[in-house]
C-alpha cells in the first residue's frame, strides 16, 4: 500500500502546479492582461478607423482632448449618480429581501428562484424591455398610471432629462436586487441561531440583534459585495445603452457608455482607449482607497 502511494504521489510538485494552473494563465492572460496592455499602448496612438494607415503614437494628445472636454466631466457626474443611486438602493433592498428569505417557510425555493430569475437575464435585454415599458407614447407604465388616475398625462420617463437618470437607476436597481439578497442570504446562513437566541433570551429587540450580531458576522460579505458591484456598475453599459443610449442630450451618459458611444458613433479607438484607461484607473484608486478605509478584524464571539 505504502509503495503504491509513493508511486502516485508526483516527483516534482512545483512542475506540477505550474501544468495544473497553466490553462488558466493562459486564458486569463488572453481575456484580461493582454487586452489591458493593448488598451493602454493604444491610447498613446492615433488608431481610427476612417485611417487605419496612419497608425502612429501621439503622446499624450488623446488625454489631452478627452480632459479637455466638458463632455467628460458631465459624463463623470452622471457616473457618480449612476453608481451611488443604483448600488445604494440594491444594497438596502437586497439586504431586507436576503433577511424576509433568511428563515424558511413554504415555497420558499419557487420565491427564491422567482427574485433571482432578473439575475440570469442580460443587461442590455433588460433594457428593451424596459425601454418598451417606459415609452412615453405606447409604454405600459403609462398606461397603467393613466388609468389607475395617478397622472393625467403621460410621462416620458426616457426621453426627458429631467426623468432620464432616475429612471434607468430604478431599471438597474431592479436588476441587481438579487445579487446583494443572493450572497447576503448565503452569508446569513452562516451567523449561529444560537448566538441570535441567546440575545433574544436577554431581551434584544430586532434592531438590536441585527446591528449587534448578524451585521458584525456577515461584514465581510457586505465590503466584498459592495466592491465587487461598484466595479460592475461602473464597467457595464448594458442597461443604459438598451434604454437610452445615453441620451437624452447626454443625460444618462456615463463614462463606460461616452466609451462605447466613441467607437460607434467616432470610430476613434484611441479616444475610446483613453476613456478605458481612465475607468480603469478610477477604479483601482477606488479599490485601494476602499480596502484601506474598511479593513477589519476577525470577528471573535
Keep these: 500500500m505504502e509503495r503504491c502511494r509513493s508511486e502516485i504521489k508526483p516527483r516534482h510538485p512545483a512542475r506540477f502546479f505550474l501544468y495544473a494552473i497553466l490553462p488558466v494563465l493562459v486564458m486569463v492572460s488572453f481575456l484580461v492582461v493582454y487586452p489591458t496592455i493593448r488598451g493602454v499602448i493604444m491610447s498613446f496612438q492615433n488608431y481610427n478607423l476612417y485611417n487605419l494607415h496612419d497608425v502612429h503614437f501621439v503622446g499624450f494628445k488623446n488625454y489631452r482632448t478627452v480632459y479637455t472636454d466638458s463632455r467628460f466631466y458631465e459624463d463623470l457626474w452622471n457616473t457618480v449618480l449612476w453608481i ?26 419557487i420565491y427564491a428562484g422567482l427574485v ?16 418598451w415599458l417606459m415609452n412615453g407614447t405606447f409604454g405600459v407604465i403609462n398606461d397603467v398610471l393613466m388609468r389607475m388616475h395617478v397622472i393625467e398625462y403621460p410621462i416620458h420617463f426616457l426621453s426627458d432629462p429631467k426623468w432620464a437618470m432616475l429612471s434607468v437607476i430604478l431599471v438597474n436597481v431592479w436588476y441587481g436586487i438579487p445579487f446583494f439578497a443572493i450572497m447576503i442570504l448565503a452569508a446569513l446562513q452562516s451567523v449561529p441561531k444560537s448566538v441570535v437566541e441567546a440575545a433574544m433570551i436577554d431581551g434584544a429587540g430586532p434592531m438590536r440583534r441585527l446591528f ?8 465581510p460579505t457586505i465590503l466584498s459585495t459592495l466592491l465587487l458591484r461598484v466595479i460592475w456598475v461602473m464597467n457595464f453599459p448594458d442597461i443604459i445603452y438598451g434604454t437610452t443610449r445615453g441620451g437624452p442630450a447626454g443625460a444618462t451618459e456615463t463614462l463606460s457608455v461616452y466609451m462605447v458611444n466613441v467607437v460607434f458613433y467616432e470610430n476613434d479607438y484611441s479616444k475610446a482607449a483613453t ?6 484607473a478610477i477604479l483601482i484608486v477606488y479599490t485601494l482607497i476602499y480596502i484601506k478605509t474598511t479593513s477589519y478584524e476577525e470577528l471573535e464571539l
Excluded: C, H, N
Design 212 to 219: 449587534g450580531i448578524v451585521i458584525p458576522y456577515i461584514r
Design 275 to 280: 476613456v478605458g484607461v481612465t475607468i480603469l
Design 84 to 109: 451611488a443611486g443604483s448600488v445604494s438602493l440594491q444594497f438596502v433592498l437586497g439586504f431586507i429581501l436576503a433577511l424576509l428569505m433568511w428563515e424558511p417557510f413554504k415555497g420558499r425555493g
Design 116 to 131: 433571482f430569475y432578473p439575475w440570469a437575464l442580460s443587461g442590455f435585454a433588460i433594457g428593451l424591455v424596459w425601454s
